[in-house]
Nanobody, 127 residues
Framework: QLVESGGGLVQPGGSLRLSCTGSGFILGDYAIGWSRQAPGKEREGVAC????????HYAASVRGRFTISRDNAKNTVYLQMNDLTPKDTAVYYCATAPLLTFGKCPPLLDPRKYDTWGQGTQVTVSS
């Protein structure tokens, strides 16, 4: 099971750090991605980090503002989000890439290519 935390209400220009923790689940065995879903919109991939942690991928909309990282000793993956805007308001989910990807991230961060998901954490950016 994956558990996200760290969401909340933040003003535009603010920052949040989301955490994704494995409960009975070794995150270090997988590439891990973050996706988000705003009301009335499709889920979109935001960022992904490979199993090794050597490579990260970002959606164009967040590149330069968001940073994904992992600490396998803590069984946790993080998403540091800076310079937030109201367009970043969404429920944020972490998920594992299938073992068959051999630790690589899905092409184009396609949410349909992940297989185990957390319950999500709400991020609201508003003044």
């Amino acid at each position: 099971q994956l558990v996200e935390s760290g969401g909340g209400l933040v003003q535009p220009g603010g920052s949040l750090r989301l955490s994704c923790t494995g409960s009975g689940f070794i995150l270090g065995d997988y590439a891990i991605g973050w996706s988000r879903q705003a009301p009335g919109k499709e889920r979109e991939g935001v960022a992904c980090i490979t199993l090794s942690g050597d490579t990260t991928h970002y959606a164009a909309s967040v590149r330069g503002r968001f940073t994904i990282s992992r600490d396998n000793a803590k069984n946790t993956v993080y998403l540091q989000m800076n310079d937030l805007t109201p367009k970043d308001t969404a429920v944020y989910y972490c998920a594992t890439a299938p073992l068959l990807t051999f630790g690589k991230c899905p092409p184009l961060l396609d949410p349909r290519k992940y297989d185990t998901w957390g319950q999500g954490t709400q991020v609201t950016v508003s003044s």
